[in-house]
């Protein structure tokens, strides 16, 4: 089976062609989803290489699952962002509990050092705030927030109602707003 440029950017038609030998399918499912996968794992896990195997791991299942896929069942992003949610949640599970303190701050390039050291620190304190969410809350913050999905979509990945995944955002926001709160001017948010 020859591959239709038309069909490029149709994720349905991208699993077809994979499930019907198409060669160049391989290559286009890995750039259009390793990244989302690697990103939101990222973001999970705070760890680049555990990040890596996450996000290999759901590929992997991708690729598995295409030939069995059933289009507009659901999307094909929705599948995977829960693959990989769910792979997160059991490496997280997995770890041994790490004190604050011992998180490391993440770089960002910025071009000075006190703005590193302070984006450092928001990163650290919203990372380590965002691990005490209970898992659920975690998910539909981080998709939310920083993936930019739609409630849903989100209601999608988490296999429940639009509502459940607001209040789930609404209860997570409340929790982060609470712990992070008294940490304004030691982030430097009261120079914004």
């Not at 160049?24 to 990040?51: G, H, I, K, Q, V």
């Not at 996000?55 to 659901?74: D, I, S, T």
């Not at 769910?86 to 599970?93: A, G, I, P, S």
């Amino acid at each position: 089976m020859a591959f239709d440029a038309e069909k490029m950017g149709d994720d349905d038609a991208l699993l077809a062609l994979y499930a019907g030998g198409d060669r160049a399918a391989p290559r286009l499912m890995t750039e259009r989803f390793l990244p989302l996968t690697y990103r939101l794992a990222l973001r999970f896990l705070n760890d680049r290489a555990e990040a890596e195997d996450v996000a290999q791991e759901a590929m992997v299942r991708l690729f598995r699952m295409a030939p069995g896929w059933q289009p507009g069942q659901a999307k094909v992003t929705t599948w995977l962002y829960r693959v990989t949610a769910n792979l997160c949640t059991d490496r997280l599970r997995r770890r041994p509990a790490l004190n604050i303190d011992e998180v490391p701050e993440m770089a960002d390039g910025a071009p000075s050092a006190e703005e590193r050291l302070t984006a450092g620190a928001r990163a650290t304190a919203l990372d380590a705030a965002l691990a005490r969410l209970p898992e659920r809350q975690r998910v539909a913050v981080v998709l939310r927030h920083i993936e930019g999905f739609a409630n849903p979509e989100i209601a999608a990945v988490l296999e429940i109602g639009v509502e459940a995944v607001e209040s789930l955002i609404a209860r997570g926001k409340r929790a982060l707003k609470e712990e992070l709160g008294g940490m304004r001017a030691a982030l430097g948010y009261d120079h914004d």
